[in-house]
């Protein structure tokens, strides 16, 4: 039994059965037993692989195709007596704050259920306890498992968008607390990651709607639940289209801030340039004086003043006093 | 009984009656007097407190569920004679001019009304009121309960949209009066708070629209007055779109300004470099002349001239005044 | 007879007569003769004024309310045999480039025609001048009344958008001018009165729209007319829409012209401190020199040359002018 | 005959015949062979000439208002048998690049057309030509007419596209040069010009769905063919649409490289200002060490060294040496 | 027999016949046998060359004309019993990472295929290989001929879109590496880019779409097969919306990140202003000490002190250190 079959197992009466033997006749003592259905659940199959595990049902070769190339949007298909759907399960991953897009392809019939997974994102474990503790949910059948897997699903949608949430608030914290810091990268990143988001989420809304319409007779029993799991879709989308807007808004408001930015070291630089200009004039004009009286004319009456030297340093004192404080005065020092 | 009933009571023929003893007996009476409802009012119970109260009527167990868990969308459900309705109420704080989202999860039958109230905002209080005193309301029964309570939420909405109005004007007023204020991040906390209201307010358009239409038997008598209530909330929702355009403009407006601001620091600092640099002109050409006279040459005729140093400070103070005049000439002083 | 009443006449065979008595009797004579209308104008009335004045005819309480309390957005509402129909009026304010937005609540049944006027905004003067001098249109009766308001409505308008057309090319011409000036206030008051324009004036689209489709019973003969008014509305919308995304985009536009402008300015203090520090250099080589010549040595030939005085002084003269020749060749001079 | 026929012909069975005499007899001779229709080109009558001209037809008084006042958007009308349409052909002026708006309004019955033009865009003379050069058209009649405007007027569409296409790519390429040029004012005057196209443009394109449709009875026959126009102007809308967007990015770009220029502009500055002060230290430390051995001490034994002054001067040498290999070393010289 | 003939061929019971003689004894030939059809690959015909070919088979004169001048937007259109298609393959040239758009104009009819390329792009080869290898395909017909040719254009559209993808990431790279390089005009050049994208893509849904809902008899059989296309289609449009709103955001970031490149220039020249200002200080101190002791006052009793210039050199050196302090303490040097 090749190693891609991560589970299989008969649900009769609400009870798990394990399958020992061959697929095939447990397939068919299923079917024979009427009220049961098979479950199996393979994770990135090769053809030759999925072809000879579902040998039993006769299911579309492009529906195929693609649950083994995977990189579906999230869909719904109907062939014949099957349903063909592509769920695109997300994972937060924490230490990153990063979302892994998974895939899970699901073939549904009357009496079986194939589910084929592609990346880490991995809701069906719990899914599978879950409808197991739960013969409500079994009893529907493969409708049943389907609304769980959806459920499930839809859960991770909220929890994601709430940790999506606590990023932007953060964010937000970050670039209006007032001090300067550089979060345009981080902005741009969140942005990329609500569209992947929303590349991931948006197109399960027709999926789910379809079935509430009750326009799918595998699920026409359970379209109230359904209808729940969709209401918590819409709620997701209309917080994921929330974060969009406001991430839009808070680049243009970060642009905003670091234009602030820029009039507050050009401010400080004017103030700089004043002090150094001030603290020149200073200098200058004491050395202006002591070069008047560095000149060597004859008759320069105030050198031969017994109090020429200390009239002169005292004049030098009073100008630089006189120049501090119209600079003062001014603002400039 | 539990603290979280908030209040009980049956509404016979427009009047009220205290429920004494058990819901369940009062229930049963009300049901055979026929022209009685019963409305009990809940706040934010526990699952246990809820079906303990609720015996007698069958509910779904997903919306008792979403009633219980709260953090659902406006929506408008209908279980077999049942309805199922969420609304938003909101709260505007006045200190912070915040809003605050609750939560009014609503369950109408012929004869019962069950309410479960989330949060602060509570506009149930004033419902019972405004319906105690106006038996038309009354004889509508749940229906008109339930129009009581959308019209109270719609108006809140009114006067909240009418709040964030004021504040978005003050705002322009602010980022317009020709002062330069920094205020993207109060036009970032605005913005936040029209797209959070309209996640409130919107989906609650086409519930509306679905018992205008007469889509919804149990209120199809009332059309017209929940007909009055779209329309309240359609204007709303025109200006809250009105708000939510105009303040994408405002941050604009407002890096267009940030940037006037840089323009105007920046032609500051080039008047006063100019300024400094004429000063220092001002005072380099007497300092340049002075050290030409402080030449040590044996012949310098200047220097035995008996007017030589007299001149020369003439000669200083005249390259000052024309250097001054060619400054001020110039726009530099 | 309160105030309120603007004017109140009966249409008869397209002829006005006066009332001069008693409302509800000139009312009951209406209706007696047959292909006679009533059209009771009134002006912000009060509950009691209005209930006085209508008490001939029933109206719906919460119409009633709406064309009261005013505040309403342009709808029509059917209401058994009677219309209510809400129009939003605006007045262009030549002195400040202002919108006053006014409101018409209308009552339009068989035979009579009630119109509550809120604001300033009063296009019902002239539309009664022009039905009493179109026999045309009197003999269609209330809708011929309706059409006409909703032409002299939708009139003004048109010449409202083509007064903001004028503002926005005289907006473009002083932010294209080539002449920095700060237009982002003028900008942004031009797209609010934009979107408040199109608040006033969008939802009158649907109400048109009905009534073209002949699903208004009342205006059923009228409608190529009322086509026509809604061509021109539509048209006006169209504008209004093309003025919103231009007004946009001038925003954008004058973000780049300020950041232009600071280039400009940055330019301008780089070639002034080029000039600056060129002066600076021309002035302090000949000080240098004159402080080497100023150095007190014993033993410096060049001092006691007959020619070291004016050798020197025109070394000095040679070397400002290669100096000078150097900065303008590399353009700084 | 009024001046404002431009042109009035018979087409019978695909031969033009010339009316000489009255136009109403010549209507009546044309009604009367039965497969013959009238073709009269008016340009901007007033309302009597009109009037005199087709007194033999009964248009709508509304739409022979619209046709007589122009300004209207495109649109197709039917009043009971016959079409009233409006088109807007569109003029390029090679000079300016500019764009100008033309209106043809045409009435369609079963045996005529009558065309109204105004402004400079002149597509009918061309038509003309064509039809009466092409048995195929003139056997469809009125409708033939009706296609072979509307494919000159969307095949203009199609070539002014194409300059605006021309126009962009040239402004692409001055933008992205990497040369800085202020192209905001020719970004957003295209914009204005494609935003009035569009206005132009984008209503016609339901006028034509209506008649691929089959829903427009004269021209039912000629469905393929205005499906090919209809074709042929989604083409323009794609590409109109598609400039409008690239015009948005090319003002968000082009501000990025205003910013560029800035913060080149800023370091040519520091590079500057770096230069010259290091050219300002470079003289001041000579004229430091001139300054020193200025001074007057009676013991400064340097002085009176025999080589105290080559010294010096050999001391300043290397100092300025010192320093210029320093600054270089930074970068600053 | 003209060049433009790329292939031609008649497929009978999954088996490709080569045709030696006259395509219209082929054709015949082919019809007469009944399961067969012809397919004949043409390359930039002229009207007369196509017009001979195609001489056997009756197509729209609208639609020759449209497949001959090409430039047209995917569409399809039924003429009776042919189907008229137009895609736009693209072509990805890696050197220069743009994208060249192309196109095939399709005829199908029962028993026939013609395909009419224009432009580099050509699918066309691949498709004929693909189809005769596989004989479901042959089997379908002309449908099958179709569905290979519209899955190959997909597919082609699904490796561009992961290159534009691998592009756009590279981009994201640059522009937040956290060193500043201009990527505006690579920014803008990928939008403009996925704009042509766009427009080459987007119609083909719509087309894609009638097919699957089974409008068009001739591609009845195939349907899923179309579907599995319809949803690739689906997934390539959703990623370029993403795309487009993510370039959008990456202008904006980029312009806030040029913003930031302003700042640290701007920062760095008031270091480089503070560090100069600070050096010009410490060489005025000693030059300003210098100048007061070349004064030539009589009476300066320092002069005469027998330690004077050594104990002013050490104030001069003392000062120094003083300021070198000072400016070290505040930062600027």
Redesign the interface.
Known sequence: MPDVIVDKAIYCDGVRESITGDISDAFNAARAQGDCFLWIGLHEPSQEEFDLITSEVSL?P?AV??AIHA???P?L?R?DDTLFIVLKPLLYLDETSDIEVGEINLFLGRDFVISVRHGQANPLGGVRHRIESDPGLLSAGPAGVLYAICDEVVDTYSRIVHEIEIDLIAL?HRV?SGEYT?A??D???L??EV??F??AQ??LIPVLEEIVKGRVELCLASR??F??VL?HL??VD??VD?HN???????????????????K??????A???K??S???L??????I???????????P????????PL??GL?VIAVIIVYRLLRRSGWL
């Open positions: 579309h492009l195709e693609d990189h579906q949007r869909k298909e062939y937000e209006f550089d345009t990268a902005i741009y990143s942005k990329r569209l992947e929303r590349t948006d197109p109230e639940q209808r729940d209401d819409l709620r209309a917080t929330e807007e406001l991430l839009t808004s808070a680049l243009s408001a970060h642009l905003a801030l670091v234009g602030r930015e820029q009039n070291v050009a401010m400080q630089q004017n700089d340039m004043r150094i200009s603290w020149a004039a200098i200058a004009v004491p050395t202006m002591a070069g008047v009286y560095g000149m060597n004319f004859d008759f320069m105030e050198l031969h003043w017994p109090f020429g030297y002169t340093l030098m």
